[in-house]
T-cell receptor
């Protein structure tokens, strides 16, 4: 089945630093989604991408849909303590009825 | 408008016991699904449903049963719990169709002793 490789697995950064994480796939996706999970909660959608090359921002977060349709990245600028959590990428294949495929997550820790 | 509601929040079972994790949604979403989350494994799909009366297996379906008698509810049943099923379980829903966003419940933490 389809698999997503998400990296890095974990990051420890200083408050104020910028963060970058990415996902790659062996197959083409039509949709890329980025989620954040706070401790003890379910994942919450941050950004949705629908077109190759699309660059979308949500506050300090910016995500891009790779032009090959096989990758996506998420950047967080000027990190703050509440950015701590697990970030997941997810992709949906060319058929709209296939379930989302999730990466294994990037655990972000922010040191104040 | 509660969104996706999961119950219970926490559960401890003994090996061999059965139980049902409940998931209810009030968003009239056709698609509902169950994931389990384990350290280092990310979110793995157990079962999903594209509408009432229709269910299908995901990546890790063994040991779990589901049914979808209504649009609103999608219970997950463990018929004979095993320690390997200790995990955090998430229910998620979305509108059917390409590019629709998935909405998650707050999770059920299950421990099987």
């Amino acid at each position: 089945g389809q698999q997503l490789n998400q990296s890095p697995q974990s990051m420890f950064i200083q408050e104020g630093e910028d963060v970058s994480m990415n996902c790659t796939s062996s197959s083409i996706f039509n949709t890329w989604l980025w989620y954040k999970q706070d401790p003890g909660e379910g994942p919450v959608l941050l950004i949705a991408l629908y077109k190759a090359g699309e660059l979308t921002s949500n506050g300090r977060l910016t995500a891009q849909f790779g032009i090959t349709r096989k990758d996506s990245f998420l950047n967080i600028s000027a990190s703050i303590p509440s950015d701590v959590g697990i970030y997941f990428c997810a992709g949906q294949g060319v058929s709209g009825n296939t379930p989302l495929v999730f990466g294994k997550g990037t655990r972000l820790s922010v040191i104040a | 408008n509660a969104g996706v509601t999961q119950t219970p929040k926490f559960q401890v079972l003994k090996t061999g016991q059965s139980m049902t994790l409940q998931c209810a949604q009030d968003m009239n979403h056709e698609y509902m699904s169950w994931y389990r989350q384990d350290p280092g494994m990310g979110l793995r799909l157990i079962h999903y449903s594209v509408g009432a009366g229709i269910t299908d297996q995901g990546e890790v379906p063994n040991g779990y049963n589901v049914s979808r008698s209504t649009t609103e509810d999608f219970p997950l049943r463990l018929l004979s719990a095993a320690p390997s099923q200790t995990s955090v379980y998430f229910c998620a829903t979305q509108r059917q169709g390409a590019g629709e966003k998935l909405f998650f419940g707050s999770g059920t933490q299950l421990s099987v002793l």
